[in-house]
Structures are given as structure tokens and as C-alpha cells.
């Protein structure tokens, strides 16, 4: 099958080498030296059992070299959504899903204005992967991944729903545990808040995400946070499965030596996803009108760190 995978990140450069072994592979990078790079040096995955051979994919810059494909995976990170679906659009036609496979909420409504014969569905995951190089990626954790339709599609999704299913068995085989689910939303506001609790932190405090919990005014800032998601995400329609305070004390003790998404883009340099976690919160909020206020000043304390580098850089 053909299958494209569109941003050579942490994740994307792990479901691209992951899926190689059974199909043909495109891996879209918008950067043609990375893309020469990657081309000549193949992708590596590590774990703690060692190093992977290297296993080359196809690195394009232009779509139209790879389409049409089956199944797209949308792996750039929430900032880029928006420029990263005209290369989507590019690869798609109607026999194809696109699975979006993003942190936050804020890419949702770039989605949900995509023409309506190209079909998509959104996905959340608990893999642990970091870049340490381009095209090197550590990989430091199995965790399942979900994907479904959004209740907009939902309704014409009898073709659509074959396809979810077709994603989920070849992700799976590709040793990416994979489950179609119906309540999508839910797991990614359930993903939201846990990421909602932690990121920020990370950044304010400058540790990684087991640190925090042995910080008072973490936990304290942490748990207000939180319960104000939980509110907007009930007064959203939002049934979260689970307690997500508990999801983000066992997720920081899971992952206790991890530098948080958001800490590695700060000591990078990079924009960060505030904009998709906590400032999409904020947003959500004033829309169901309810006050957010620790979100509001989380938001504002991380621009404020962003700002001092991507002004003066
Ligand atoms: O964004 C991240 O870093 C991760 O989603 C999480 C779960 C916080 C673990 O580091």
C-alpha cells in the first residue's frame, strides 16, 4: 500500500520507518537539505534494546511525486497544520484518509475546513519518541494509540470507517498498537489535559516531568489547571474517560526523566505548542464562558518566554 507520512519529526520519522518493512513509504519534508540528508542516511530507531538498521522511505518536498495515496499520516506539529493540509490536499483523492496525528485542539478547526471529498480522521498516541538528529529518533515508549472519525464526518463515514479500520490494523502491524474508536474527542481532550497540566510546568520550572511533582506550587498550579479543563470540557460535551488529574501525576511518573515536548522547544529555540494546549484552552473557554484564569496566566507566562527568542533570536 501507498502511505505517506508529512513531517519528518520525532513521530513522523518513527511511523515511516515502522510501516517500511510491509509498504511503500513517502516521507514529506518540506526542508530540501534535511530531505537529501535523509535520503542518504536512511531513518534510525533506537530503544533500549539498541539501534535499528537504517531503513530508507522515499523523502519528497512535492506531493505530486508520491500521490495518490491510501492513508496519510499528519505528523507536523499543531503550529504548521495549517501549511502542512495544501500538501495533504495534494497527496489525498477520495479513496484516501488522512489520520492527524497532533498534540492540543487547535488543529481541529484547520481540519474540519479541509473540501469535504477529502476524507480525515484525528488520533492521539502515547508513544514515547524524541529526535535526537534528524532522522534518529529514541524511542522510549509503547503506549496505545486511538484514531477516529470526528462527529462531523461520522454520519456519510461507511467508506470512511472501513478505512479508519484499514489504518488501525496497519499501524498495529507495524508495531504501533492501534484502536478505531467512536468517542475520539474524548481521548484527545483527555490527551489535552494531561498535556495541559504538564507542559507549561515544565517550561516555568525548567525540569523534566517527574520533577514536578516534587515541587508544592507544581502540583498546586497543575491540579487548578486541570480542573479548570475539566470544566470547559464538560460544559464542551466533553465526557472525559478517566480522572485526568490522576492521568497526569501517573503520566509525569511514567515518563520521569523526559524532557516535556513544550521544555525541548523552549531549550530549542522553537515556537512552542501553547497556542494548541493551554491557549486553545482559553479559547474554548470563553466560547462555553467559563473562567480560566491559571490557564490565562500559563499562556501568558510561555509567550512571554517564547517571545524573549523568537523576537531577539
Ligand atoms: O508533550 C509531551 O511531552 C508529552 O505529550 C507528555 C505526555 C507531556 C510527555 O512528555
Request: proline share 5%.
Amino acid at each position: 500500500m501507498k502511505i505517506a507520512v508529512i513531517g519528518p519529526g520525532a513521530m513522523g520519522c518513527l511511523l515511516a520507518a515502522s510501516l517500511t518493512d510491509h509498504h511503500e513509504v513517502w516521507l514529506l519534508d518540506h526542508n530540501p537539505e534535511r530531505t537529501a540528508l535523509l535520503n542518504r542516511q536512511g531513518l534510525l530507531l533506537e530503544n533500549d534494546r539498541g539501534r535499528s538498521k537504517p531503513r530508507f522511505v522515499k523523502v519528497v518536498t512535492d506531493p505530486r511525486l508520491a500521490a495518490p495515496v491510501k492513508l496519510a499520516f499528519l505528523c507536523v506539529k499543531s503550529g504548521r497544520v495549517r501549511e502542512a493540509l495544501r500538501t495533504a490536499r495534494l497527496l489525498c483523492d477520495r479513496d484516501s484518509l488522512l489520520v492527524a496525528l497532533q498534540n492540543g485542539i487547535g488543529h481541529l478547526s484547520h481540519l474540519a475546513e479541509l473540501p469535504g471529498d477529502i476524507a480525515w480522521a484525528v488520533g492521539v498516541t502515547s508513544q514515547g519518541a524524541t529526535l535526537a538528529a534528524p532522522g534518529h529518533v529514541l524511542h522510549q515508549g509503547q503506549g496505545i494509540t486511538r484514531i477516529g472519525l470526528t462527529p462531523e464526518l461520522s454520519a456519510s463515514a461507511d467508506q470512511t470507517g472501513e478505512m479508519l479500520i484499514l489504518a488501525a490494523r496497519t499501524l498495529t502491524r507495524a508495531g504501533i498498537a492501534t484502536e478505531p474508536v467512536t468517542d475520539i474527542l474524548n481521548h484527545v481532550w483527555a490527551k489535552l489535559l494531561v498535556n495541559v497540566g504538564i507542559n507549561a510546568l515544565t517550561v516555568i520550572h525548567d525540569c523534566p516531568n517527574g520533577a514536578l511533582l516534587e515541587i508544592p506550587e507544581a502540583r498546586a498550579v497543575m491540579a487548578a489547571a486541570i480542573g479548570e479543563g475539566c470544566e470547559v470540557a464538560g460544559e464542551s460535551g466533553i465526557v472525559l474517560p478517566g480522572d485526568p488529574l490522576k492521568a497526569a501525576t501517573e503520566v509525569c511518573r511514567a515518563t520521569a526523566a523526559n524532557i516535556s515536548s513544550m521544555l525541548q522547544d523552549v531549550r530549542a529555540r522553537r515556537a512552542t505548542e501553547i497556542d494548541a494546549i493551554n491557549g486553545a484552552l482559553v479559547l474554548k473557554a470563553a466560547e462555553v464562558d467559563v473562567p480560566v484564569p491559571v490557564n490565562r496566566e500559563l499562556t501568558r507566562k510561555i509567550k512571554e518566554i517564547e517571545r524573549a527568542y523568537l523576537d531577539f533570536p
